[in-house]
Nanobody, 129 residues
């Protein structure tokens, strides 16, 4: 059974930090790029926003402009886990955060949710002011 399980969400104050984890099972983790997405409250009708992506071989990362310099994505292929370190959190970072896996054979816009094959159930991050 394919699974992506996010953890590490919760409540944090403005300016604080939080690290999310995404642990995968049931598919060859090394063959998949991993992305972190989020969906803010009241925006359920919109597409999930892609925040960061890391290549399957851990050699390449990309970030949404609004989180670049604050968020860092990393992966440990030995543990089938991807992390999202979030620093200097702002109220507008409040959202449900999802990780997703995209096969390396796919071509297309990696920022689009439809390009991903597997999704986690999401973890809530709330930033209080």
């Amino acid at each position: 059974e394919v699974q992506l399980v996010e953890s590490g969400g919760g409540l944090v104050q403005v300016g604080g930090s939080m690290r999310l984890s995404c642990t995968a099972s049931g598919f060859p983790f090394d063959d998949y790029h991993i992305g972190w997405f989020r969906q803010a409250p009241g925006k359920e009708h919109e597409a999930r926003e892609e925040l960061a992506c890391i290549s399957s071989d851990d050699l390449s990362t990309n970030y949404l402009h609004s989180v670049k310099g604050r968020f860092t994505i990393s992966r440990d292929n030995a543990k089938n886990t991807v992390y999202l370190q979030m620093n200097n959190l702002k109220p507008e970072d409040t959202a449900v955060y999802y990780c997703a896996a995209r096969n390396t054979l796919r071509v297309g816009d990696y920022t689009r949710p439809g390009q991903y094959d597997y999704w986690g159930q999401g973890t809530q991050v709330t930033v209080s002011s």
